[in-house]
Nanobody, 127 residues
């Protein structure tokens, strides 16, 4: 069984940093799309960043470019999201997701294609 568990969320002041982790258990595939998505109350789900395991290609939402970094520990099979220079508008529930997808489908607007999701971790940024 594939399972994803997020951790690392919390409350931080604007300009601060947080590092989210997503532990992955169970076999998926050697080539998999993994991503971070977020959803604030009353707003649509938003793709934050994706990573394709083969080639380590990464895509970021314009709103987080230069501030967030998605990465993966291949040995520990853990996905990370380093978030720096946090803004109040970054406040949301953050979810990690994974799915076996062709690399061209590993994009921020394909959340509906992901079949494996974590439970979410809350991030709150105060001004």
């Amino acid at each position: 069984q594939v399972k994803l568990v997020e951790s690392g969320g919390g409350s931080v002041q604007a300009g601060g940093s947080l590092r989210l982790s997503c532990e992955v258990s169970g076999y998926i595939d050697s080539n998999v799309c993994m991503g971070w998505f977020r959803q604030a109350p009353g707003k649509e789900r938003e793709g934050v960043a994706t990573l394709y395991t083969r080639g380590d290609s990464r895509i970021y939402a314009d709103s987080v470019k230069g501030r967030f970094t998605i990465s993966r520990d291949n040995v520990d099979d853990t996905l990370f999201l380093q978030m720096n220079s946090l803004k109040p508008e970054d406040s949301a529930m953050y979810y990690c997701a994974a799915e076996v997808l062709p690399p061209t489908y590993c994009t921020l607007d394909n959340a509906q294609l992901f079949g494996y999701w974590g439970q979410g971790t809350q991030v709150t940024v105060s001004s």
